[in-house]
């Protein structure tokens, strides 16, 4: 199987590529990125073809698509902040550019096509846990054009056949995951933070609870998906239903390390959801050979991967 992922160079991507090169089933791996949010020595040592440019380039999608027979599109422009700075950026990137993706693939004939959605289109919804039939209500741009991103997947699976399939990422953490931007995800926030010995910063109260989800895990997933060539008519949930307070990952992290863990507190952000919780039964049944990897032992695996690192450059991360 001749896999293309777009966004390949970024944290989930670059976990997928390494992942996807040590399957048996996967022949070749092609990766597209503008490097915009990915760098490329996130892919240091891996033996895939880099298509430098943009899912919104038809020139470098149709280059990176030629010949590929299953395509993982994980590029966006993440985060609900940056995307209440620059709406229309995250429009682009994350709906424009689907679009263009399932476009390509069309073109190029290709039979299978995952697309990465995100639990934050479920916004105002308060009902937990969050099954993929209930409603909808993004509360950011960056949740609207992540729906918008599911909605184009799935209507080209209806209207032209193209077998898809929609995965709504939460909150996914682990190995390779950037903390040193202003968008950087909470897991490697505070990880950085406990090991410097500097108080970790915790938006709002810290009772808000996420179902956090490691990045092997997510790539387990994806690669059986790919072997089998899984479809499905809705979007499935890809977290296993296990939500935890962000002040009980700064307690799990305290006795990681041995010592307790200061705290400051800030404002709430805007658009950020209070709650996050996975129906996984869907996902269960589609997949029920997956094992998820423990919260517990995935924290574990972040922070010996970035106490590991001196010289983050060298490591192939920053």
Same mark, same amino acid.
Not at 12 to 17: E, R, T
Not at 135 to 148: E, G
Not at 277 to 286: A, H, K, V, Y
């Given at each position: 199987?001749?896999?293309?992922?777009?966004?390949?160079?970024?944290f989930?991507?670059?976990?997928?590529?390494?992942?996807?090169?040590? =399957?048996?089933?996967?022949?070749?791996?092609?990766?597209? =990125?503008? %490097?915009?949010?990915?760098?490329?020595? #996130? $892919?240091?040592?891996?033996?895939?073809?880099?298509?430098?440019?943009?899912?919104?380039?038809?020139?470098?999608?149709?280059?990176a698509?030629?010949?590929?027979?299953?395509?993982?599109?994980?590029?966006?422009?993440?985060s609900?902040?940056?995307?209440?700075? =620059?709406?229309?950026?995250?429009?682009?990137?994350?709906?424009?550019?689907t679009?263009?993706?399932?476009?390509?693939?069309?073109?190029?004939?290709?039979?299978?096509?995952?697309?990465?959605?995100?639990s934050?289109?479920?916004?105002? #919804?308060?009902?937990?846990?969050?099954?993929?039939?209930?409603?909808?209500?993004?509360?950011?741009p960056?949740?609207?054009?992540?729906?918008?991103?599911?909605?184009?997947?799935?209507?080209?699976?209806?209207s032209?056949?193209?077998?898809?399939?929609a +995965?709504? !990422? !939460? #909150?996914? !953490?682990?190995?390779?995951?950037?903390?040193?931007?202003?968008?950087?995800?909470?897991?490697? @926030? !505070?990880?950085?933070?406990?090991?410097?010995?500097?108080?970790?910063?915790?938006?709002?109260?810290?009772?808000?609870?996420?179902?956090?989800?490691?990045?092997?895990?997510?790539?387990?997933?994806?690669?059986?998906?790919?072997?089998?060539?899984?479809?499905?008519?809705?979007?499935?949930? $890809?977290? +296993?239903?296990?939500?935890?307070? $962000?002040?009980?990952?700064? &307690?799990? %992290?305290a006795? %990681?390390?041995g010592r307790?863990?200061?705290?400051?507190?800030?404002?709430?952000?805007?658009?950020?959801?209070?709650?996050?919780?996975?129906?996984?039964?869907?996902? @269960?049944?589609? +997949?029920?050979?997956?094992?998820?990897?423990?919260? $517990? &032992?995935?924290?574990?695996?972040?922070?010996?991967?970035?106490?590991?690192? @001196?010289?983050?450059?060298?490591?192939?991360?920053r």
């Amino acid at each position: 199987m001749r896999v293309l992922v777009t966004g390949g160079a970024g944290f989930i991507g670059s976990n997928l590529a390494r992942a996807a090169l040590g =399957d048996p089933a996967v022949k070749e791996v092609t990766v597209l =990125d503008d %490097l915009s949010v990915g760098l490329p020595g #996130n $892919l240091t040592g891996l033996s895939v073809d880099l298509v430098e440019g943009s899912v919104l380039d038809p020139v470098a999608l149709d280059t990176a698509m030629a010949g590929r027979e299953a395509v993982v599109h994980l590029a966006a422009l993440p985060s609900v902040p940056r995307s209440l700075r =620059d709406p229309m950026a995250s429009h682009h990137a994350n709906a424009t550019g689907t679009l263009m993706v399932l476009e390509a693939a069309r073109r190029h004939h290709v039979g299978h096509v995952v697309v990465a959605s995100s639990s934050s289109v479920y916004g105002a #919804n308060p009902l937990l846990p969050k099954a993929e039939l209930t409603w909808t209500r993004p509360m950011s741009p960056y949740a609207a054009s992540k729906l918008s991103a599911e909605a184009y997947a799935l209507a080209y699976q209806a209207s032209f056949g193209l077998p898809t399939l929609a +995965f709504r !990422f !939460f #909150n996914v !953490f682990g190995p390779g995951q950037r903390h040193d931007h202003a968008y950087a995800a909470v897991i490697p @926030r !505070f990880v950085h933070a406990a090991l410097h010995g500097e108080p970790v910063v915790v938006h709002g109260d810290g009772t808000q609870s996420r179902d956090f989800t490691y990045v092997g895990t997510v790539c387990q997933v994806i690669l059986d998906a790919l072997r089998r060539r899984v479809k499905h008519p809705h979007p499935v949930n $890809l977290a +296993f239903g296990a939500r935890v307070t $962000l002040l009980e990952v700064i &307690d799990e %992290l305290a006795g %990681l390390l041995g010592r307790p863990i200061a705290r400051e507190h800030a404002a709430a952000r805007a658009g950020d959801v209070p709650h996050s919780l996975s129906d996984d039964t869907r996902l @269960r049944e589609l +997949f029920p050979d997956v094992a998820p990897v423990d919260r $517990l &032992d995935g924290l574990r695996a972040t922070v010996e991967w970035m106490s590991g690192r @001196r010289d983050v450059a060298t490591a192939g991360f920053r």
